[in-house]
């Protein structure tokens, strides 16, 4: 069980800087989902299997889903097609693939060993995450639903033709 978090650990510090440091919009989004999808394997790791769903739904899917809307509102055109498909060789997917792998490995022998954490096994109720998210940590939501939504007025106004 360590030794997982451990690699899903590494994995997220590797496609997190692949993220950084790449150019290309496509190959930073693809290092992030795999980034994300690391994160949440330690979310199961650490007991909280709930965060962890949350993760991959919210986060993963929703940067997807953000991704394809921002592609779609700039409506770049042929060119912009023709740049995307030389993009996406498989020379350019290497990387995340390789990260998504041994999060994959790790995930299959921590379930074959049977390593689960005994919370992991805990049903939590959308009641209870409700309660702590809106009880003590209210202020941190209200502010992170504020801040997305400037990001979401800015990608607007950003990708908007005069």
Known sequence: MTIFFYIAAAVAVV???????GRNPVHALLNLVVSLL?????????G???AGA?????????IMVLF???VMMLNLGKATIEQERHWLTPKNWVAPSILAGALLLALLAVIAGGGLHPAAL???DAKQVGVALF????????LASMLLLAALVAAYHLGKHD
Request: hydrophobic residues 70%.
């Open 135 to 142: 009880g003590p940590y209210l202020l941190a939501v209200e």
């Open 15 to 21: 496609s997190t800087l692949f993220v950084i440091s």
């Open 38 to 46: 690391a994160v949440a394997g330690m979310f199961f790791m650490l």
């Open 122 to 124: 805990a049903e939590i």
């Open 54 to 62: 949350l993760e991959v739904i919210v986060y993963a899917g929703a």
């Open 48 to 50: 909280a299997p709930f």
């Open 68 to 70: 394809v809307f921002v």
